[in-house]
């Protein structure tokens, strides 16, 4: 029999070609597989950087934003490190604040950077993305906080006159608020008796009760609760009587009056009486209430607030009110956006615009 014989290569030279190519492809996959790498942990740190970043540059304007909205002169807010709140929200301390610039006369804006802990160089280190040549990457983050009146807020319903407001302005306060509708410093820190009763007295220049109507004596409508959801550029009714409002709400709310500074919407004037009685609102006053009478023996007596006499000068049994002294107040809560050339009376919302 004749025996064929096998052509081609022998089998050991093709097993050794073989695992050549199998390197080959190996050595090609682990470069690939580098790359993933490289996206899903450097990609992923650095969104997880600009989170934090971000944070840090929001932190850092509504800190300078808020402290313009007081009175503070901005440069000076603006170079305070106490505002710096950048390495406050990074996991490691160390990202730097970038630029914080002054776009309008009520706004700032800042920008955030990556840097390494220990350095000021705005640059954020990569780990596997370093194979393929790339040592570091620079991630920045803005934003822009802004300031003002707010056209509108949920506050305490009662509303006070623009002209008893005036009355706790200084002479310069009172001239560059008639002039630029805004005002330096704090009004008069002298404890203040707002009246809302039958014999209010009047501030000199003021109305007759205030300009409270008969029958009102400056309580609003409530909305929910105890509180007032009010747009200045509307009108708002009116609620009858010389007492606080009566939803269980109201009782609850008491004990947070002395808390912090109440918003307080300030009328123009009105029409109407008792439950018809309409206020045009003008803007927003903020008020710190130390004191409160509203019914009875329903009293909160701060011995700095002035008594309440009536017109003998004895003291008046039938005396509502709220005492305290006007602030300048900034709210960082969800409010109207502040309408251009609306004046401002103190009571401020600060925001991110940007």
Same mark, same amino acid.
């Given at each position: 029999?004749?025996?064929?014989?096998?052509?081609? !290569?022998?089998?050991?030279?093709?097993?050794?070609?073989?695992?050549?190519?199998?390197?080959?492809?190996?050595?090609?996959?682990?470069?690939?597989?580098?790359?993933?790498?490289?996206?899903?942990?450097?990609?992923?740190?650095?969104? +997880?950087?600009?989170?934090?970043?971000?944070?840090?540059?929001?932190?850092?304007?509504?800190?300078?934003?808020?402290?313009? +909205?007081?009175?503070?002169?901005?440069?000076?807010?603006?170079?305070?490190?106490?505002?710096?709140?950048?390495? +406050?929200?990074?996991?490691?301390?160390?990202?730097?604040?970038?630029?914080?610039?002054?776009?309008?006369?009520?706004?700032?804006?800042?920008?955030?950077? +990556?840097?390494?802990?220990?350095?000021?160089?705005?640059?954020?280190?990569?780990?596997?993305?370093?194979?393929?040549?790339?040592?570091?990457?620079? #991630?920045?983050?803005?934003?822009?906080?802004?300031?003002?009146?707010?056209?509108?807020? %949920? %506050?305490?319903?009662? %509303?006070?006159?623009?002209?008893?407001? @005036?009355?706790?302005?200084?002479?310069?306060?009172?001239?560059?608020?008639?002039?630029?509708?805004?005002?330096?410093?704090?009004?008069?820190?002298?404890?203040?008796?707002? @009246?809302?009763?039958?014999?209010?007295?009047?501030?000199?220049?003021?109305?007759?009760?205030?300009?409270? @109507?008969?029958?009102?004596?400056?309580?609003?409508?409530?909305?929910?609760?105890?509180?007032?959801? #009010?747009? #200045?550029?509307?009108?708002?009714?009116?609620?009858?009587?010389?007492?606080?409002?009566?939803?269980?709400?109201?009782?609850?709310?008491?004990?947070?009056?002395?808390?912090?500074? !109440?918003?307080?919407?300030?009328?123009?004037?009105?029409? /109407?009486? /008792?439950?018809?009685?309409?206020?045009?609102?003008?803007?927003?006053?903020?008020?710190?209430?130390?004191?409160?009478?509203?019914?009875?023996?329903?009293?909160?007596?701060?011995?700095?607030?002035?008594?309440?006499?009536?017109?003998?000068?004895?003291?008046?049994?039938?005396?509502?009110?709220?005492?305290?002294?006007?602030?300048?107040?900034?709210?960082?809560?969800?409010?109207?956006?502040?309408?251009?050339?609306?004046?401002?009376?103190? /009571?401020?919302?600060?925001?991110?615009?940007?």
């Amino acid at each position: 029999m004749r025996r064929i014989k096998k052509l081609g !290569q022998p089998a050991n030279d093709l097993a050794a070609k073989e695992r050549g190519a199998a390197a080959v492809l190996v050595a090609f996959s682990m470069v690939v597989l580098l790359g993933f790498a490289a996206l899903a942990v450097d990609v992923g740190a650095m969104y +997880a950087e600009k989170a934090q970043l971000q944070n840090g540059a929001d932190a850092t304007a509504l800190a300078i934003a808020g402290e313009c +909205a007081k009175g503070v002169s901005c440069p000076a807010a603006m170079s305070d490190p106490n505002n710096r709140l950048a390495g +406050a929200n990074a996991n490691d301390d160390s990202s730097g604040t970038f630029s914080v610039t002054q776009p309008t006369t009520s706004s700032v804006r800042v920008e955030t950077n +990556a840097q390494a802990a220990g350095s000021t160089d705005d640059s954020f280190a990569l780990y596997f993305a370093r194979i393929l040549g790339h040592e570091s990457s620079v #991630i920045h983050a803005t934003a822009v906080a802004s300031w003002g009146p707010p056209s509108g807020a %949920t %506050t305490l319903p009662w %509303t006070v006159s623009e002209c008893v407001f @005036r009355h706790f302005l200084s002479p310069s306060q009172l001239a560059s608020l008639d002039d630029t509708g805004n005002f330096e410093g704090n009004p008069s820190t002298d404890r203040v008796l707002l @009246r809302y009763d039958k014999t209010t007295p009047a501030y000199p220049g003021c109305e007759t009760q205030n300009g409270y @109507r008969p029958g009102g004596f400056g309580w609003l409508e409530t909305d929910t609760g105890c509180s007032a959801d #009010i747009d #200045i550029s509307s009108t708002v009714d009116g609620q009858p009587g010389n007492h606080y409002p009566n939803d269980k709400a109201c009782e609850d709310l008491k004990d947070d009056l002395l808390n912090e500074p !109440q918003l307080i919407p300030l009328f123009r004037s009105n029409t /109407g009486n /008792g439950d018809n009685t309409v206020y045009t609102l003008i803007g927003f006053a903020a008020f710190q209430v130390t004191a409160y009478k509203f019914s009875g023996s329903d009293e909160h007596v701060d011995p700095l607030v002035p008594k309440c006499l009536d017109d003998k000068g004895k003291a008046d049994p039938n005396c509502r009110y709220l005492g305290g002294y006007f602030v300048k107040f900034v709210s960082l809560e969800e409010a109207g956006v502040p309408t251009p050339g609306q004046p401002d009376f103190g /009571g401020s919302v600060v925001y991110l615009s940007d």
